[in-house]
């Protein structure tokens, strides 16, 4: 029996975990069937068998809706195939690991990372069992993370994310407060009304929207990796990540394409946050890790220069 599960990395979302057997399923499970025919040649199907059939086996999968790649197992007798699913408009990096295996052998060894083109699968492991007399089980985990590691961002001028007659920045580069770490060094925080319109730095395609989060507070635990937010996935392979936005403020769909200026959400006060502000950020994926890169930005006075160690929000 095969289990696959998938957790994203550095998405700000909830894991996914895969389940299986004879369990009581969610609404948003799948489950399918798996048995021999009388030749013995192993057959799928979404219901199971009519009749009466020895060694039929019930599995099941749940994924989060908001989960870029899914896995799943296709049986091809002499061994099985562990493919990835990427539903997301822009590539994502993943890294496959086994979490038990019982008489198996993954070609190539695992853990093995690898990037799954925008809308593509692709298979990232072959599993042969052993002792093909004897039983076998295995179980991998998949984590992801969004964008290319082969992606060479360049040198962009960005445009202030809204119109707003006043620019303040409460916290710049490597601010104290929550810019010290690698995904957020170079992140700014403006300083912003609730409601304010959101407008892109510069044009991409929408690769991940989060909208329904309604709190907000200081426990780090608790709201450190929920809020809000928008990614923007630029044609260099670049990221733009805008968060702490209005519940139900984000205007924009995954999948849209979106041009510098453009409207696409409303600033808020959602997640780890003090005061109504906007988060913005330009990252790009290292190899399986977000690191936050410095950029240019021009508002109508010309370019902002951005204060660093300052206490921020």
Known sequence: MTHGRARPVGWLLAAAAGVALAIALPADAARFWRWKDAQGTP?????????????????????????????????????????????????????????????????????????????????????????????????????????????????????????????????????????????????????????????????????????????????????GGRANYIRILHDDGSMALYAHLKPEGVEVRVGQQVRQGQRIALSGNTGFSTAPHLHFVVQANRGMRLEAIPFRMFGALGELKFARDEAGR
Do not use: C, K, W
């Open 43 to 223: 057959v799928f199907g979404d219901r199971p068998p009519a009749g009466d059939v020895d060694g039929v086996q019930a599995s099941s999968f749940r994924r989060s809706p908001t989960d870029p790649v899914g896995l799943h197992v296709r049986d091809r007798g002499s061994h099985y195939e562990v493919v990835a699913d990427n539903r997301a408009p822009g590539p994502v990096e993943v890294q496959l690991a086994l979490a038990r295996a019982e008489n198996v052998r993954p070609v190539p060894a695992l853990p093995a990372s690898s990037v799954v083109p925008a809308r593509a699968s692709r298979v990232l492991a072959r599993v042969y069992p052993d002792d093909p007399r004897m039983p076998n089980a295995f179980e991998v985990v998949l984590d992801q993370l969004p964008g290319d590691p082969r992606a060479r961002p360049f040198d962009f001028e960005y445009r202030v994310p809204f119109d707003y007659g006043r620019v303040r920045v409460d916290q710049g580069f490597g601010g104290r407060f929550s810019h010290n770490d690698p995904q957020n060094h170079y992140a700014v925080d403006f300083a912003l009304p609730e409601g304010t319109p959101v407008l892109a730095a510069r044009g991409g395609v929408i690769l991940q929207v989060e909208s329904d989060f309604e709190r907000t507070g200081l426990d780090r635990e608790r709201y």
